[in-house]
C-alpha cells in the first residue's frame, strides 16, 4: 500500500470510529426520550398457538401486546385460560420465563388450549383460521383476584373484538370494565372472519378511550355501519367524535401510520425492512402506541415510536422474538445499519 493510500485508509477508519462514537451517543439521546413512566395495564383475550408450516409458535394478539409491553418495561396482568394440556403447560411455562404472571391464567379441564392456523402470503402478511371453542373463551377471575386488581392502581384495559365473541369473556370483560371505571380502554380491533358483528363492534367502540385497526378494517367498518369516508383523517375524526375517543390509531403496514391524538392528525411513514414475517407486528405497534399515549408524548412522536417497534419485530420471526428499547432507538441510526452491514 502506497503512502498516500494508507493515511486515507487510516482517515477512513477515524471517520468510521468517530461517526460510531457520535452514533452510539445519538442512540443513548434517543434512549433517553423514549424511555417513560411505569403503567399498570390489564390485558384481556386469547393465549394460543400460531401453527404455520407445521411448526407452532406462542401468540394470541392480547397475548402478545402483553409480552411486547413487558419488554417496554410495564407491569402487565394477563387475564385467559388455558387446557389442562401439554400445550397448555408450555404456555404457562413460557409466560413464568418471560416474567408475566399466570396468576390470571385460568387452567380449563373441559377445552383444549386454544390454536390457529396460519398461512403466511408472498409479503409475509397473515391469514388465520381459528379453532374454537378454546380454553381462552372461557376466562374467570376469583374474588381475590378481583381485589388484587384493585389494589394496583390500574391505568389502563385492553382488549380485542374476537374474544368478546364467547358470552362468558364478554360479561367479564364487561365486568371488569365496570369494576375499574378510571382505567382507560385501549381498543385493539383485530378482525377476525366470523369473529365479528356490527352490535359488537359499536359495542366495543362505546367502551374505548383508544382505539387501534389496520387500513383493511378501516374499509371494513365503514361499510358495516354505513360511515363513508374521504379520507383517513376524516375516518378518525369521526369516529373519535361519534365514540368519544382520545386517540385514533390506523396502522398502514410498509406506509406506517395515520394518529389522531386529541385535535393533533399526523401521517407517519413507516420504515423499510426485510419483513420476515408480520404476525405480532401489529401488537407490537399496539403496545408502543400504548406507552407513548401514557406518556402523554406529542402525536408525531408516538407514531413514530410505535412504527419503529412494529417494524423492528416485523423484520424478525414469530410473534414476540427478543427486541430491545436499545434496538428501537437505534433503528434508524447510522450505527445500526453500520452494525449490520
Request: charged share 25%; with cysteine; aromatic share 10%.
Amino acid at each position: 500500500m502506497r503512502s498516500g493510500d494508507l493515511l486515507a485508509f487510516r482517515y477512513e477508519c477515524k471517520s468510521r470510529v468517530i461517526l460510531c462514537q457520535l452514533d452510539a451517543e445519538s442512540v443513548q439521546w434517543q434512549l433517553g426520550r423514549l424511555s417513560g413512566d411505569t403503567v399498570k395495564v390489564i390485558s384481556i383475550g386469547e393465549v394460543l398457538w400460531d401453527v404455520i408450516g407445521g411448526k407452532e409458535h406462542l401468540g394470541g394478539a392480547p397475548f402478545n401486546f402483553a409480552a411486547h409491553l413487558l419488554r417496554l418495561e410495564h407491569d402487565v396482568f394477563f387475564v385467559s385460560a388455558v387446557g389442562a394440556d401439554d400445550r397448555g403447560k408450555r404456555i404457562l411455562h413460557r409466560m413464568e420465563k418471560m416474567g408475566l404472571s399466570t396468576r390470571f391464567v385460568r387452567e380449563d379441564p373441559e377445552h383444549g388450549t386454544g390454536i390457529v392456523s396460519v398461512t403466511l402470503s408472498g409479503g409475509g402478511q397473515p391469514h388465520f383460521v381459528l379453532h374454537r371453542p378454546a380454553a381462552y373463551d372461557f376466562p374467570q377471575l376469583t374474588d381475590e383476584d378481583y381485589d388484587f386488581l384493585l389494589s394496583q392502581s390500574l391505568d389502563w384495559i385492553y382488549f380485542g373484538t374476537l374474544l368478546q365473541m364467547s358470552s362468558i369473556a364478554w360479561e367479564l370483560t364487561k365486568e371488569i370494565l365496570a369494576t375499574v371505571p378510571t382505567a382507560r380502554r385501549f381498543y385493539d380491533v383485530n378482525l377476525r372472519a366470523n369473529s365479528y358483528t356490527p352490535e359488537l363492534l359499536r359495542e366495543l367502540m362505546q367502551l374505548a378511550t383508544v382505539m387501534k385497526l389496520n387500513d383493511v378494517e378501516v374499509e371494513e367498518i365503514s361499510k358495516m355501519l354505513g360511515t363513508p369516508f374521504s379520507s383517513l383523517e376524516q375516518f378518525c375524526r369521526q369516529y373519535a367524535a361519534d365514540f368519544n375517543l382520545e386517540a385514533v390509531c390506523v396502522t398502514r403496514g410498509s406506509k406506517g401510520c395515520a394518529l389522531l391524538h386529541g385535535d393533533e392528525y399526523v401521517e407517519s411513514p413507516g420504515y423499510q425492512i426485510k419483513v420476515a414475517d408480520t404476525v405480532g407486528a401489529g401488537d407490537a405497534f399496539a403496545a408502543g402506541l400504548l406507552h407513548g399515549i401514557g406518556n402523554e408524548w406529542p402525536a408525531e412522536k408516538i407514531a413514530d415510536f410505535a412504527n419503529r417497534v412494529g417494524a423492528l419485530v416485523a423484520s424478525r420471526a414469530g410473534a414476540i422474538p427478543a427486541w430491545t428499547l436499545d434496538e428501537v432507538a437505534a433503528f434508524d441510526s447510522q450505527s445500526y445499519r453500520l452494525e449490520r452491514a
